[in-house]
């Protein structure tokens, strides 16, 4: 048979490939300041776009899809091509999905700073970068189908199955999650309120780490290790396995993230019954990956490459145990809201992400450049770096997590809490935090030492922008279906049907878990006295999601004795019907807010307090590790927004009277003067027209509507 000769486009991976490695940088970077600013309040830099409230979301983007992102795209334009015998669908489109996606990450680094955030984890970016992720994204999926139609091979490899399922899966998460109403240029409310809107942002956010940072990643075992170690993939019929049971449990698990919380019991169920599940084919992936090294392990022992590979997907058997762990309702009354989670997290994160991302470089650029890896030894140090600096980061994490539960539960003989006061387990916590980013240190100084390699190794060689290919035309004879073709041979030469079933497979759990919980109106009862937020606590509750303290602070009070004793009465659904977004946070690195502004339970903090407790906290109390917010006192709340949010809230269903948002500021206004006069009584000199007035009044707010305050000397 003619062999058709043709050309790989090479450059479209070196340039994601460099993207890959520019973005880790600063991805890590921020890590490491984020890690710093956890612990010394100087860090944030006492300025506006510097505290960790933005910065923090900042990292979390750069590490999810700007690094791992770009990782992902190198993997699939490069294995693509060679896995199908063909150069890809369209060159153009590579190039506007490529510049498209680095236009995102710019966007979403400068929109966090200036505070502009949906306030959803993994999902804080705004709804004019969410139609251009869509966009960029619809792109890179015609170019993927369309490479797969020209294909020059009958079958699809395994690796092409999970680019497959990401490509799906992850568009769906993100139409569904980003469904939310403009009320200005950069800034929008969810259509989604509190529990309804918890539901559906962690079903996003822990399939955003199944379809992103996992199933791309396992595609990229399945072709980069057996290429690394040239062997075969261990098991063709596990792999089967694997990918099928992996995409249908994995969209279930979500509702693990919200146990305890006011979410209906029967959504808790279902996502542990089915994240306890998720071991199975996990681990299936995981030996698949392991034992295709078999028989080569001297040569694991002699190339770091390897070895990162080994560890990697150690890492990632690691994590996907410690996930369905987690989510045992006994256990995760332990973990959740503390630093075990951001240890767990990170194990995935650093060590399957990270490593196989730096296996795949080190493996792939001395063949785009047509040369040896510079130098062996520097990625030796380079891979001991990393897998000690994990060890530094995670384990301190996971002390410090169950020191914060223990101490959270501690009780005397009498019944009273031995650590009343929540600063108490915080300085408990400094040693661990210093020693975890010590860690993340050394896994950014891992990572220098690997931009250093690939310079030099690029350096060295001659970059091949194309290289030639030749394989046989795929005829339409070789297409149907020969009589001792299995099933799931006859859906890999099928890329189109292959993606109805997988688009199927991903679907059943999100539609079971997310239109009941609108159809049944029993899933998420009302509570009469609560009320829509004044327009002056509407403005400060915008400004507490801006300036990012949900990524320190929780408001969901877990029906535990000691959660009731500490902060007041334990949560209920009711609650936030009108919360656009939820805010029950996923860290306690300070104390729970759902009852602050309610004396029960705690001493009542007056207006005076909240103000001085902004502007400067280690003047309330100099162990506090929060930073300062001395801006907050010198910018005007923002007037001219106030009728646009009033009118989509009253699209989102909030009950404002009929024509509320032509007097709202008038409303807004008195409520200000009197927060601002009690500061003078206080003697506290500020004007009513402040943004701090604004959160002080959001603050005060919170838990009084089904719980009445008690008379203060205020």
């Keep these: ?69 770009n990782a992902i795209f190198t993997a699939v334009y490069y294995s693509m091509q060679r896995l199908l015998k063909t150069r890809m669908f369209s060159d153009l489109l590579g190039k506007i999905h490529f510049w498209g996606w680095q236009l995102i990450i710019v966007s979403a680094a400068l929109t966090l700073l200036a505070g502009y ?24 999926g015609i170019n993927m189908f369309g490479t797969l139609l020209i294909r020059r091979t009958s079958h699809i490899y395994v690796a092409i199955w999970f680019y497959i399922a990401t490509w799906v899966t992850v568009a769906v998460l993100h139409i569904v999650n980003s469904i939310e109403i403009p009320f200005s240029a950069l800034k929008s409310y969810p259509v989604y309120a509190g529990v309804q809107d918890a539901l559906v942002q962690w079903w996003y956010g822990h399939n955003a780490v199944a379809f992103f940072l996992t199933t791309p990643f396992l595609g990229l075992m399945y072709y980069f290790v057996p290429k690394a170690a040239n062997r075969p993939i261990y098991s063709y019929k596990l792999s089967i396995v694997h990918f099928w049971s992996l995409i249908f449990i994995y969209i279930w698990a979500g509702p693990h993230h919200l146990l305890y919380t006011s979410l209906p019991n029967w959504l808790q169920a279902l996502g542990t019954t089915f ?46 145990f410690e996930g369905p762990m987690l989510s045992l309702k006994t256990v995760n009354a332990i973990s959740h809201y503390t630093d075990w989670t951001i240890g767990h997290v990170h194990i995935g994160a650093l060590g399957w992400n990270g490593l196989l991302t730096f296996g795949m470089l080190y493996w792939l650029i001395p063949r785009l450049y047509n040369t040896k890896l510079w130098s062996t030894k520097l990625a030796n140090v380079h891979f001991w770096l990393a897998t000690l600096a994990i060890i530094f980061y995670a384990v301190p994490l996971y002390i410090g997590g169950i020191t914060q539960a223990l101490m959270w539960k501690q009780f005397t003989p009498d019944g009273f809490l031995i650590y009343p006061n929540f600063l108490e387990t915080v300085t408990q916590l400094i040693p661990m935090y210093a020693i975890r980013a010590f860690g993340g240190a050394l896994y950014v100084t891992g990572m220098l030492l690997a931009v250093f390699n690939i310079v030099k190794t690029a350096q060295a060689g001659t970059f091949l922008k194309e290289e030639p290919g030749e394989a046989p035309a795929l005829t339409t004879q070789e297409m149907p279906k020969q009589a001792s073709e299995s099933w799931h041979g006859f859906l890999e030469r099928k890329p189109i049907r292959f993606l109805i079933f997988a688009t199927i497979a991903i679907l059943i759990g999100g539609i079971f878990e997310i239109v009941p919980t609108y159809l049944v109106k029993s899933n998420i009862s009302t509570i009469s006295s609560v009320q829509p937020y004044t327009p002056l606590e509407l403005q400060g509750r915008d400004i507490y999601v801006k300036e990012g303290c949900y990524n320190c602070h929780s408001q969901m009070i877990r029906p535990f004795r000691s959660e009731v004793e500490r902060y007041g009465e334990y949560s209920k659904a009711g609650e936030f019907v009108y919360d656009h977004p939820f805010q029950f946070g996923s860290k306690r690195t300070g104390p729970d807010l759902a009852r602050e502004g309610v004396k029960t339970g705690k001493i009542y903090k007056p207006n005076a307090w909240h103000y001085n407790h902004f502007i400067d906290p280690q003047k309330m109390n100099e162990a506090s590790i929060m930073p300062p917010y001395p801006w907050l006192a010198e910018k005007d709340i923002d007037l001219s927004s106030t009728a646009a949010k009033i009118r989509v809230m009253k699209k989102l269903g909030v009950p404002y009277p009929d024509n509320y948002e032509q007097q709202a500021n008038e409303d807004l206004k008195a409520q200000a003067e009197e927060i601002a006069q009690n500061l003078r009584e206080a003697g506290i000199k500020t004007e009513s027209t402040k943004e701090i007035i604004a959160l002080i009044a959001y603050i005060q707010r919170l838990g009084t509507d089904i719980m009445t305050p008690e008379p203060t000397n205020e």
């Design 1 to 69: 048979m003619e062999l058709e000769k043709f050309m790989y486009d090479n450059k479209i991976t070196r340039n994601f490939a460099v993207a890959t490695v520019v973005w880790g940088v600063v991805g890590l970077l921020m890590g490491l300041i984020v890690a710093l600013q956890i612990f010394i309040p100087a860090m944030n830099f006492n300025l506006e776009f510097t505290t960790f409230g933005r910065t923090r979301p900042l990292h979390t983007n750069a590490a999810i899809f700007a690094f791992v992102g």
């Design 117 to 140: 955030t949906s306030g959803k984890e993994y999902a804080e970016l705004e709804w004019p970068i969410d139609l251009a992720i869509t966009i960029v994204w619809v792109v890179f």
């Design 275 to 320: 994240s306890i599940m998720l071991i199975a084919p996990s681990w299936g992936g995981m030996i698949n990956g392991l034992l295709t090294l078999r028989g080569a392990w001297d040569n694991v022992r002699r190339d770091p490459i390897l070895k990162m590979f080994v560890v990697g997907i150690t890492a990632y058997g690691m994590a996907t």
